[in-house]
Protein backbone atom coordinates (compact mmCIF):
# COMPACT_ATOMS: atom_id res chain seq x y z
CA UNK A 1 0.00 0.00 0.00
CA UNK A 2 1.61 3.45 -1.43
CA UNK A 3 2.07 6.30 0.88
CA UNK A 4 0.29 9.35 0.72
CA UNK A 5 0.29 13.14 1.85
CA UNK A 6 -3.01 15.19 1.70
CA UNK A 7 -2.29 18.93 1.55
CA UNK A 8 -4.62 21.74 2.14
CA UNK A 9 -7.63 20.49 3.49
CA UNK A 10 -9.21 21.78 6.39
CA UNK A 11 -8.84 18.97 9.32
CA UNK A 12 -11.12 17.76 11.79
CA UNK A 13 -8.13 16.62 14.49
CA UNK A 14 -9.66 15.43 17.94
CA UNK A 15 -9.23 18.97 20.20
CA UNK A 16 -8.80 21.56 16.93
CA UNK A 17 -9.77 22.42 13.43
CA UNK A 18 -6.83 23.32 11.38
CA UNK A 19 -5.37 23.54 7.78
CA UNK A 20 -2.64 20.70 7.75
CA UNK A 21 -0.79 17.89 6.18
CA UNK A 22 -1.85 14.56 7.09
CA UNK A 23 0.33 11.56 5.83
CA UNK A 24 -1.01 7.85 5.59
CA UNK A 25 1.74 4.69 5.77
CA UNK A 26 0.79 1.14 5.23
CA UNK A 27 -3.05 1.94 6.69
CA UNK A 28 -2.62 4.05 9.40
CA UNK A 29 -1.87 7.59 10.02
CA UNK A 30 1.77 7.91 10.04
CA UNK A 31 2.08 11.54 10.61
CA UNK A 32 0.19 15.43 10.85
CA UNK A 33 1.60 18.75 9.77
CA UNK A 34 4.66 17.10 8.30
CA UNK A 35 6.19 17.35 4.88
CA UNK A 36 4.48 15.38 1.79
CA UNK A 37 5.48 11.65 1.68
CA UNK A 38 4.44 9.64 -1.54
CA UNK A 39 1.56 10.77 -3.36
CA UNK A 40 0.19 13.91 -2.77
CA UNK A 41 -3.84 14.55 -2.73
CA UNK A 42 -4.35 18.08 -3.17
CA UNK A 43 -7.44 19.09 -0.48
CA UNK A 44 -7.66 22.55 -1.10
CA UNK A 45 -11.15 23.96 -0.39
CA UNK A 46 -11.82 20.61 1.02
CA UNK A 47 -12.48 19.20 4.80
CA UNK A 48 -10.31 16.01 5.74
CA UNK A 49 -12.38 14.32 8.73
CA UNK A 50 -12.67 10.90 10.65
CA UNK A 51 -14.61 8.68 8.05
CA UNK A 52 -18.15 7.78 9.85
CA UNK A 53 -18.92 5.09 11.82
CA UNK A 54 -22.66 3.62 11.80
CA UNK A 55 -23.64 1.83 14.76
CA UNK A 56 -27.33 1.28 13.19
CA UNK A 57 -27.97 1.06 9.70
CA UNK A 58 -30.94 -1.13 8.79
CA UNK A 59 -31.27 0.49 4.91
CA UNK A 60 -30.11 -2.72 3.47
CA UNK A 61 -33.32 -3.94 3.65
CA UNK A 62 -34.38 -2.03 0.88
CA UNK A 63 -31.97 -3.43 -1.00
CA UNK A 64 -32.68 -6.86 -0.17
CA UNK A 65 -36.39 -6.60 -0.70
CA UNK A 66 -37.15 -3.09 -2.09
CA UNK A 67 -40.68 -3.76 -2.48
CA UNK A 68 -43.05 -6.12 -0.18
CA UNK A 69 -42.35 -9.81 -1.01
CA UNK A 70 -40.02 -9.09 -3.79
CA UNK A 71 -36.66 -10.57 -2.81
CA UNK A 72 -33.34 -9.31 -4.99
CA UNK A 73 -30.37 -12.06 -4.67
CA UNK A 74 -28.05 -11.39 -1.66
CA UNK A 75 -24.96 -10.84 -3.42
CA UNK A 76 -26.25 -8.03 -5.57
CA UNK A 77 -28.19 -6.57 -2.76
CA UNK A 78 -24.49 -6.10 -0.59
CA UNK A 79 -22.60 -5.03 -3.51
CA UNK A 80 -25.17 -2.11 -3.62
CA UNK A 81 -25.40 -1.53 -0.13
CA UNK A 82 -21.82 -1.41 0.23
CA UNK A 83 -20.96 1.27 -2.44
CA UNK A 84 -23.88 3.25 -0.83
CA UNK A 85 -22.08 3.25 1.91
CA UNK A 86 -18.42 4.32 0.77
CA UNK A 87 -20.03 7.34 -1.15
CA UNK A 88 -21.90 8.54 2.39
CA UNK A 89 -18.38 8.55 3.93
CA UNK A 90 -18.90 5.56 5.85
CA UNK A 91 -16.04 3.20 6.68
CA UNK A 92 -17.39 1.26 9.37
CA UNK A 93 -21.36 0.27 9.56
CA UNK A 94 -22.83 -2.00 11.65
CA UNK A 95 -25.97 -3.67 9.78
CA UNK A 96 -28.84 -3.89 11.77
CA UNK A 97 -30.07 -7.38 11.63
CA UNK A 98 -32.97 -8.46 12.80
CA UNK A 99 -33.21 -11.67 14.33
CA UNK A 100 -37.08 -12.20 14.91
CA UNK A 101 -40.09 -15.37 15.08
CA UNK A 102 -41.24 -13.49 11.69
CA UNK A 103 -40.89 -14.96 8.40
CA UNK A 104 -39.22 -12.98 5.45
CA UNK A 105 -37.08 -10.43 5.63
CA UNK A 106 -36.27 -10.43 9.45
CA UNK A 107 -36.52 -14.16 9.58
CA UNK A 108 -33.27 -16.11 11.96
CA UNK A 109 -33.16 -18.05 8.26
CA UNK A 110 -32.60 -14.90 6.52
CA UNK A 111 -30.17 -13.15 9.62
CA UNK A 112 -28.41 -16.68 9.22
CA UNK A 113 -27.81 -15.83 4.91
CA UNK A 114 -26.77 -12.35 5.43
CA UNK A 115 -24.32 -13.44 8.32
CA UNK A 116 -22.56 -16.09 6.03
CA UNK A 117 -22.99 -13.69 2.94
CA UNK A 118 -20.96 -10.51 4.27
CA UNK A 119 -18.22 -13.68 5.47
CA UNK A 120 -18.19 -15.20 1.64
CA UNK A 121 -17.90 -12.08 -0.35
CA UNK A 122 -16.29 -9.56 2.07
CA UNK A 123 -12.96 -9.28 0.24
CA UNK A 124 -15.21 -7.80 -2.15
CA UNK A 125 -16.44 -5.14 -0.25
CA UNK A 126 -14.68 -1.70 0.02
CA UNK A 127 -15.92 -0.59 3.36
CA UNK A 128 -15.69 -2.53 7.16
CA UNK A 129 -19.45 -4.32 6.95
CA UNK A 130 -20.36 -5.52 10.40
CA UNK A 131 -23.50 -7.15 12.25
CA UNK A 132 -25.29 -5.50 14.80
CA UNK A 133 -27.49 -9.10 15.90
CA UNK A 134 -30.45 -6.62 16.57
CA UNK A 135 -32.40 -9.35 18.39
CA UNK A 136 -36.41 -9.83 19.26
CA UNK A 137 -36.35 -11.08 22.78
CA UNK A 138 -39.37 -12.89 21.59
CA UNK A 139 -37.67 -15.27 19.07
CA UNK A 140 -36.39 -17.88 21.56
CA UNK A 141 -35.09 -20.17 18.37
CA UNK A 142 -32.66 -16.84 17.37
CA UNK A 143 -30.86 -17.83 20.52
CA UNK A 144 -28.45 -20.83 18.82
CA UNK A 145 -28.02 -18.20 16.19
CA UNK A 146 -26.46 -15.50 18.37
CA UNK A 147 -24.35 -17.83 20.28
CA UNK A 148 -23.01 -19.73 16.89
CA UNK A 149 -22.01 -15.43 15.83
CA UNK A 150 -20.38 -15.18 18.52
CA UNK A 151 -18.72 -17.63 19.00
CA UNK A 152 -17.08 -17.43 15.24
CA UNK A 153 -14.46 -14.81 13.89
CA UNK A 154 -16.82 -12.04 13.54
CA UNK A 155 -17.07 -9.46 16.25
CA UNK A 156 -20.71 -7.72 16.66
CA UNK A 157 -22.56 -5.67 18.34
CA UNK A 158 -25.94 -6.62 20.01
CA UNK A 159 -29.15 -5.36 20.56
CA UNK A 160 -31.61 -6.25 22.51
CA UNK A 161 -35.17 -5.28 20.47
CA UNK A 162 -38.90 -5.57 21.93
CA UNK A 163 -41.24 -5.08 18.78
CA UNK A 164 -43.77 -7.63 20.15
CA UNK A 165 -44.63 -6.11 23.15
CA UNK A 166 -45.14 -2.73 21.53
CA UNK A 167 -47.31 -4.49 19.20
CA UNK A 168 -49.98 -6.05 21.54
CA UNK A 169 -49.67 -2.98 24.12
CA UNK A 170 -53.03 -1.29 24.59
CA UNK A 171 -52.99 1.19 21.48
CA UNK A 172 -54.56 3.82 24.31
CA UNK A 173 -51.34 4.27 25.40
CA UNK A 174 -48.67 6.50 23.29
CA UNK A 175 -46.07 4.14 22.13
CA UNK A 176 -43.47 6.63 23.71
CA UNK A 177 -45.18 6.07 27.10
CA UNK A 178 -45.19 1.98 26.78
CA UNK A 179 -44.73 0.26 30.97
CA UNK A 180 -41.51 -2.11 31.32
CA UNK A 181 -42.74 -5.23 29.32
CA UNK A 182 -41.53 -7.64 31.54
CA UNK A 183 -44.21 -6.21 34.55
CA UNK A 184 -47.28 -8.24 35.90
CA UNK A 185 -49.56 -5.74 34.77
CA UNK A 186 -48.62 -4.87 30.97
CA UNK A 187 -51.57 -3.12 29.49
CA UNK A 188 -52.93 -5.60 26.70
CA UNK A 189 -54.39 -4.62 23.29
CA UNK A 190 -57.47 -6.80 22.59
CA UNK A 191 -55.13 -9.47 20.36
CA UNK A 192 -58.34 -11.63 19.68
CA UNK A 193 -60.11 -8.87 17.92
CA UNK A 194 -61.12 -8.05 14.19
CA UNK A 195 -59.46 -4.72 15.27
CA UNK A 196 -56.11 -5.59 16.40
CA UNK A 197 -55.78 -7.66 13.31
CA UNK A 198 -56.73 -4.26 10.83
CA UNK A 199 -53.82 -2.55 13.39
CA UNK A 200 -51.05 -4.84 12.55
CA UNK A 201 -52.02 -5.24 8.63
CA UNK A 202 -48.53 -2.87 7.66
CA UNK A 203 -46.52 -4.72 9.85
CA UNK A 204 -47.47 -8.15 8.32
CA UNK A 205 -46.77 -6.66 4.39
CA UNK A 206 -43.09 -7.02 5.50
CA UNK A 207 -43.65 -10.71 6.45
CA UNK A 208 -45.09 -11.88 3.70
CA UNK A 209 -48.07 -12.89 5.34
CA UNK A 210 -51.98 -11.63 5.36
CA UNK A 211 -53.11 -10.08 8.83
CA UNK A 212 -54.95 -12.39 9.94
CA UNK A 213 -52.20 -15.19 10.12
CA UNK A 214 -49.57 -12.85 11.62
CA UNK A 215 -52.17 -12.11 14.31
CA UNK A 216 -52.58 -15.72 14.58
CA UNK A 217 -48.44 -16.01 15.21
CA UNK A 218 -48.41 -13.06 17.91
CA UNK A 219 -50.98 -14.53 19.76
CA UNK A 220 -48.35 -17.71 19.48
CA UNK A 221 -45.57 -15.68 20.23
CA UNK A 222 -47.21 -13.73 23.10
CA UNK A 223 -48.02 -17.02 25.04
CA UNK A 224 -44.17 -18.12 25.42
CA UNK A 225 -44.00 -14.48 27.17
CA UNK A 226 -43.15 -16.49 30.56
CA UNK A 227 -39.60 -17.81 28.84
CA UNK A 228 -38.48 -14.55 27.99
CA UNK A 229 -36.59 -13.20 30.85
CA UNK A 230 -34.46 -16.23 30.94
CA UNK A 231 -33.71 -15.99 27.57
CA UNK A 232 -32.27 -12.15 27.74
CA UNK A 233 -30.54 -13.94 30.75
CA UNK A 234 -28.62 -16.46 28.39
CA UNK A 235 -28.11 -13.88 25.61
CA UNK A 236 -27.16 -11.00 27.92
CA UNK A 237 -24.62 -13.63 29.12
CA UNK A 238 -23.24 -14.43 26.41
CA UNK A 239 -22.84 -11.12 24.90
CA UNK A 240 -20.54 -10.48 28.59
CA UNK A 241 -18.49 -13.45 28.14
CA UNK A 242 -17.66 -12.21 24.64
CA UNK A 243 -17.48 -8.51 25.36
CA UNK A 244 -19.30 -6.83 22.94
CA UNK A 245 -20.98 -3.57 22.87
CA UNK A 246 -24.72 -4.00 23.75
CA UNK A 247 -27.98 -1.51 23.03
CA UNK A 248 -31.46 -1.96 24.27
CA UNK A 249 -33.75 -0.46 21.50
CA UNK A 250 -36.80 1.80 21.99
CA UNK A 251 -36.55 2.26 25.83
CA UNK A 252 -39.78 4.21 26.93
CA UNK A 253 -39.01 3.67 30.80
CA UNK A 254 -36.20 4.06 33.06
CA UNK A 255 -37.08 0.57 34.73
CA UNK A 256 -36.46 -0.43 31.14
CA UNK A 257 -33.54 0.91 30.65
CA UNK A 258 -31.91 0.10 34.23
CA UNK A 259 -32.98 -3.54 33.39
CA UNK A 260 -30.68 -3.60 30.40
CA UNK A 261 -28.12 -1.63 31.66
CA UNK A 262 -27.50 -4.34 34.95
CA UNK A 263 -27.47 -7.09 31.58
CA UNK A 264 -24.41 -5.26 30.53
CA UNK A 265 -25.89 -3.33 27.73
CA UNK A 266 -24.69 0.27 28.30
CA UNK A 267 -25.74 1.50 25.25
CA UNK A 268 -29.51 3.41 25.32
CA UNK A 269 -30.51 3.05 21.31
CA UNK A 270 -33.33 5.39 20.33
CA UNK A 271 -34.85 6.44 23.36
CA UNK A 272 -38.16 7.79 23.08
CA UNK A 273 -38.88 10.18 25.94
CA UNK A 274 -36.00 13.13 27.15
CA UNK A 275 -36.50 11.62 30.60
CA UNK A 276 -34.62 8.35 29.79
CA UNK A 277 -32.13 9.50 28.02
CA UNK A 278 -31.29 11.93 30.55
CA UNK A 279 -31.11 9.20 33.19
CA UNK A 280 -29.67 6.73 30.86
CA UNK A 281 -26.66 9.71 30.54
CA UNK A 282 -26.54 10.47 34.58
CA UNK A 283 -26.22 6.51 35.03
CA UNK A 284 -22.99 6.49 32.35
CA UNK A 285 -24.37 5.03 28.99
CA UNK A 286 -24.03 5.95 25.39
CA UNK A 287 -27.15 7.31 23.96
CA UNK A 288 -28.28 6.73 20.37
CA UNK A 289 -30.75 8.81 17.87
CA UNK A 290 -31.25 8.68 14.36
CA UNK A 291 -29.84 10.79 12.29
CA UNK A 292 -33.17 11.19 10.27
CA UNK A 293 -34.45 12.38 12.86
CA UNK A 294 -32.13 15.09 12.70
CA UNK A 295 -32.34 15.98 9.19
CA UNK A 296 -36.53 16.01 9.46
CA UNK A 297 -36.73 18.16 12.98
CA UNK A 298 -38.48 15.45 14.30
CA UNK A 299 -38.98 11.54 14.85
CA UNK A 300 -40.62 9.70 12.14
CA UNK A 301 -42.77 8.14 15.31
CA UNK A 302 -44.06 11.33 16.35
CA UNK A 303 -44.03 12.62 19.92
CA UNK A 304 -40.71 10.93 19.91
CA UNK A 305 -37.55 13.37 21.48
CA UNK A 306 -36.10 15.42 18.39
CA UNK A 307 -32.55 14.36 17.86
CA UNK A 308 -31.60 18.20 17.31
CA UNK A 309 -33.07 19.08 20.87
CA UNK A 310 -31.18 16.53 22.57
CA UNK A 311 -28.16 16.67 20.91
CA UNK A 312 -28.46 21.04 22.11
CA UNK A 313 -29.10 20.06 25.69
CA UNK A 314 -26.08 17.14 25.41
CA UNK A 315 -27.83 14.18 25.73
CA UNK A 316 -27.18 12.99 21.99
CA UNK A 317 -23.59 10.66 21.91
CA UNK A 318 -24.07 9.17 18.52
CA UNK A 319 -25.85 9.42 15.63
CA UNK A 320 -26.67 6.83 13.69
CA UNK A 321 -27.61 6.21 9.68
CA UNK A 322 -31.15 4.48 11.00
CA UNK A 323 -32.85 3.65 7.92
CA UNK A 324 -31.01 6.13 5.80
CA UNK A 325 -27.28 6.54 4.92
CA UNK A 326 -27.33 10.06 3.40
CA UNK A 327 -28.75 10.95 6.76
CA UNK A 328 -25.13 11.02 8.46
CA UNK A 329 -24.01 13.60 7.14
CA UNK A 330 -27.02 15.90 6.22
CA UNK A 331 -27.62 15.87 10.10
CA UNK A 332 -24.35 16.86 10.68
CA UNK A 333 -24.87 19.65 8.29
CA UNK A 334 -28.86 20.78 9.49
CA UNK A 335 -27.56 20.49 13.21
CA UNK A 336 -24.05 23.14 12.53
CA UNK A 337 -27.29 24.84 10.35
CA UNK A 338 -28.99 25.62 13.31
CA UNK A 339 -26.20 25.93 15.00
CA UNK A 340 -26.80 22.92 18.19
CA UNK A 341 -23.31 22.11 18.02
CA UNK A 342 -19.59 23.26 17.22
CA UNK A 343 -18.74 21.62 14.18
CA UNK A 344 -15.84 19.53 15.67
CA UNK A 345 -18.54 18.19 18.44
CA UNK A 346 -21.04 17.58 16.03
CA UNK A 347 -18.45 15.48 13.98
CA UNK A 348 -17.88 13.07 16.76
CA UNK A 349 -21.60 12.20 16.85
CA UNK A 350 -21.03 10.45 13.02
CA UNK A 351 -17.13 9.30 14.33
CA UNK A 352 -15.35 9.46 17.92
CA UNK A 353 -17.81 8.93 19.45
CA UNK A 354 -19.34 5.82 17.99
CA UNK A 355 -16.23 4.48 17.79
CA UNK A 356 -15.61 4.22 21.79
CA UNK A 357 -19.02 3.33 22.14
CA UNK A 358 -18.69 -0.04 20.05
CA UNK A 359 -15.06 -0.64 21.42
CA UNK A 360 -13.44 0.15 18.35
CA UNK A 361 -9.81 1.77 19.63
CA UNK A 362 -7.94 2.20 16.49
CA UNK A 363 -10.16 4.64 14.32
CA UNK A 364 -12.67 7.30 15.26
CA UNK A 365 -10.20 10.13 15.07
CA UNK A 366 -7.62 11.57 13.12
CA UNK A 367 -4.20 10.73 15.27
CA UNK A 368 -0.91 9.27 14.96
CA UNK A 369 -1.33 5.69 14.94
CA UNK A 370 -4.58 5.49 14.51
CA UNK A 371 -6.30 3.60 11.19
CA UNK A 372 -5.82 5.70 8.71
CA UNK A 373 -10.26 5.89 8.15
CA UNK A 374 -10.38 9.27 6.37
CA UNK A 375 -12.92 11.16 4.52
CA UNK A 376 -12.68 13.93 2.19
CA UNK A 377 -15.23 16.04 1.85
CA UNK A 378 -16.75 19.34 -0.02
CA UNK A 379 -19.30 21.22 2.07
CA UNK A 380 -19.91 24.47 0.22
CA UNK A 381 -21.55 27.15 2.56
CA UNK A 382 -25.06 26.59 3.36
CA UNK A 383 -25.25 23.19 1.56
CA UNK A 384 -25.16 19.67 2.22
CA UNK A 385 -22.14 17.92 2.71
CA UNK A 386 -20.65 15.94 -0.44
CA UNK A 387 -18.14 13.13 -0.34
CA UNK A 388 -15.14 13.21 -2.60
CA UNK A 389 -13.22 10.56 -1.28
CA UNK A 390 -13.30 7.64 1.25
CA UNK A 391 -10.54 5.68 3.12
CA UNK A 392 -10.53 2.64 4.63
CA UNK A 393 -7.32 1.65 6.82
CA UNK A 394 -5.57 3.88 3.65
CA UNK A 395 -7.16 2.15 0.75
CA UNK A 396 -9.48 4.21 -1.48
CA UNK A 397 -12.97 2.64 -0.90
CA UNK A 398 -15.05 6.04 -3.42
CA UNK A 399 -13.65 8.71 -5.36
CA UNK A 400 -15.73 11.11 -6.99
CA UNK A 401 -14.89 13.80 -9.07
CA UNK A 402 -17.67 16.42 -9.64
CA UNK A 403 -17.70 18.00 -13.13
CA UNK A 404 -17.25 21.45 -12.13
Not at 116 to 143: K, M, S
Not at 382 to 404: C, S
Amino acid sequence: MSDFTITGATVYLPDQIAETTVTVSAGMISDIGGAVKGEEIDGRGRILAPALVDVHGDAFERQLMPRPKVFFPMEAALMETDRQLAANGIATAYHALTISWEPGLRSVEQARAMIRALDQWGPRLTIENRVQLRWETFCLEGVDLIKEVLEGPVRPALAFNDHTSMCVADPEIPAQRRPFPYSGHFPLADIQSADFVTRIEPIAKRSGLDAGDYARLIRERWSMRPRVIEAIDEVARLGREHDVPMLSHDDTQDETRDFYRKKGANIAEFPMSVSVAAVAQERGDKVVFGAPNAVRGGSHMGASPRAGDMVEAGLCDILASDYYYPAMLAAVARLDEEQRADRLSLWKLVSSNPAKAMKLADRGDIMIGKRADLVLVGWPEGHVPAVRRTWVAGRPAYVANPAH
